[in-house]
Structures are given as structure tokens and as C-alpha cells.
């Protein structure tokens, strides 16, 4: 893609579910897409969940099919790994994009995905698909499904001790790679950005980072997951597997001092989710859920809440107001009960922090001579709720997904199609006034 300008039809930013979904409606209808995912593999933050709510359906069984379409479709390019750094609209239908490739240090042509690089790598970090709860080597595919399924040596780690390329069977490791800037045009952007965790060290009272046993809704979902790191549920702190576990709701949402008072609308569904497939997994395990309220109010939500509470779930509407570690490891929880009107202590070997989720204001930079605009706590702000939901302030420019907002995957695949459909319909348009 050097030289001059390649030319599509509609630019995807974001590989998640949404963005995948926007891409292969499009290409089916014969356009031409350029999609671009800043992580080295396409699939977003569904394919590290373990099952869906309220079927719990297998949540790497429904995104890997999309996946391979995605990257297999005529008409769809792919950039994994890239970002995009500007966009500058130059009329109606025509935007001028600059696209910044990264190294991967890996010859994604040659690469055979054997993970040969990954054995000898002698590094070991955190492993941010596993949300650092194992590690991952300096070199090394992001995980065993990945597409596209190459290698990526993160150089910020890489000691350059050569094991890497003397052991890579197809000589595919390529330390002369350096950065590349492509520059593309097309006629109309999709923005599949997604979103942030709220970053649940911000609540100092609650431990997480300072007590191993306190974890993430997202760790406890990839402890949960079929590539699970451990291949057990176990708690960080020592291995033992956790027999009386404490969900903590609302972490982050309606919340604000930390100027977050809107509801992220997934949080209970997930936690309640989790508690079941705990269930499965630890059938002796005792779990409470620490609520304000449970929002329960999507098809089927309902009834999935009763079935928790049918099989043992307790639910305790309260705020906790503080968590202290004890010497074992367990922690001591501190809440009040609303329903008796007491302040009560309970000691639980396991917490989860069922986070909000937040947007990312950073999309907006990216936009140079107009302004996409944002509503007050950052998501991508529809200037048309009812009749055009995935319009945004710039003409030619749509959104689908949790950009947007929050929302659960079945309505992130919805508002996909529906910003498809409308973008479509704006490239029709455009090529009518063009003739």
C-alpha cells in the first residue's frame, strides 16, 4: 500500500464484534472496506469472554466464525496492529486518512504461525489478553485463535538476544522492520472504537492492586473462559481454589465521584453470569452479590436473575464500604445491609469487581478540520437518537457499538448492521449527487 493513495469504499475503525459485523455487512454488499484494529489480532474483548448472557452460549464459538470471515472476504482489507493518527474530510464522500502500521518484526507473509519464536523467547511479561493475571513471552502470538494467527515480538520487552530468529523455521523474523505511514481515502468512516474497564485501582477503598485476592469481573471471566490461563478457577495469591467468592456491583457506574453516574447496563448481567458458571466449576463454592440495584431488563434477563437465586446465589443489596486483607490471604469485606439496616463484616477468600466500562475520548483527535462531537462524559454523541441512531456530527462518519455507549453484544451486532445499512445508504446518495 506505498505510493500513491489507495482508495475504499468505507473506512472500519475497531476489529471488536461490532466493527467486524459493520465490515462484512458492507463487503457483502460489494463495497470495498479497510478495516483497522490497533491489536495484533482482530476479535475484540468478546472473544476473551467466556460464555454470553442469558443463553450462555460459548462466546469464542460465535466470534472465531466472524473472525475468519472478516479476514477471508474479497472485500474487506485488513490492518491489524495500526492505527489510525488523522482524518481530514475534503468534501462530501471524501476523506483523506493517514494510517500508521507498526512493526511486528515478524514478516507476516513468510510467518507460518508455528510458535517456535514463542518456545526459545527466554522473556516472560504480563500477559495483557489474560489481563496480566500470567505471563507471555516477548515474542509471541496473542493467543491460539488469533487472526491473523502470526507472531509479534514486542520489542519494548525483546532483549535482542537473537534465540527468536535462529530458531523460526521460515526465516521470518525481521528486525529492520520500522514503522510505516499509509495514506487512503474513502468515503465514509464506521467508528467501532469500544471501550475502557474503568481502572479499578481508582477505588483505593476496595484493594484491587494492593491485594492479590481482589480481582476484575474480567480476570474472573478469563479464569472462567475455555483458554483459561490456569485451566482451573483459582485464586492469585496461592492456588487454592476459592470456596466462598463476593461480587462487588457498581465499581466505576453510577458513581459520581469518579464522574461516572451513568449505569454501564452489562455489569449484574455478567456477574450474574459468572456466578453460575461457578457453580458449574465449583459446585461447593458459596457466592454473594453486593448490589444497589439489579437491572435486569433485556429479553430473558428476568428470568436468568431467578435462576441465580434458585441455585444458591445470595444477593445482598448494600454498598461495600471497605475491604481489608488479612494475613491468610482472605479478606475481610465491610458493607452495609439495606434491607436490615446494619453495618455488618463477612470475611470471603475471593473478591471480583464487576467494573463499569467507560468510553475512550481519544477517537475525537483523530478527526483534524471537523469536529466529532461528544456527549458530557465522553461516548460518541448520536445527533439523531430515534432516526438515525448511528449518525454522528460529521456527515459521512457513523458509529455502532460501545462507542456509542454502553450496551451487550446482541445490541452492539444490531447497531452495526444498522450503521452498515446507513452507510450504505450515505454512499448511494453521494454517488447519485456525483453523477
Known sequence: MNGEPQEFDVLVIGGGIAGMEASLSLADMGYKVILVEKTPSIGGKMFLLSKVFPTLDCASCIVTPKMASTANHPNITMLTYSEVQEIYKEGEGNFKVKILKKPRYVDLDACTGCGRCEEVCPVIVPKEYDYNLIGRKAAYIPFDTAVPKK???????????????????????????????????????????????FP??????????RYKNVITAMQMDRLLSPTRPYNAVLRPSDGKEPMNIAYILCV????????????????????????????????LADITIFYMDIRAFGKGFEEFYRQAEAMGVRFIKGRVAKIEELENGDLLVKYEDVTEGRLKEETFDLVVLAVGILPDPEIAKIFKNVKLELDDLGWIKQVDETGNPTATSIPGVFAAGCCIGPKDIPDSIVEANAAASQCAAYLSMIKEVVK
Open 151 to 197: 507472531a509479534v515480538i514486542d520489542i519494548d520487552n525483546c532483549i535482542l538476544c537473537g534465540a527468536c530468529e535462529r530458531a523460526c523455521p521460515a526465516d521470518a523474523i525481521d528486525f529492520t522492520q520500522e514503522p510505516e505511514i499509509l495514506d487512503v481515502r474513502v468515503k465514509a468512516v464506521i467508528l467501532a472504537t469500544g471501550y475502557r474497564l
Open 200 to 209: 479499578a485501582e481508582l477505588k483505593t477503598q476496595l484493594g484491587y492492586g
Open 252 to 283: 466505576g457506574s453510577r458513581d459520581k465521584e469518579v464522574n461516572n453516574p451513568r449505569c454501564s447496563q452489562v455489569c449484574c448481567m455478567y456477574s450474574i453470569k459468572q456466578a453460575q458458571l461457578i457453580m458449574g466449576a465449583l459446585p
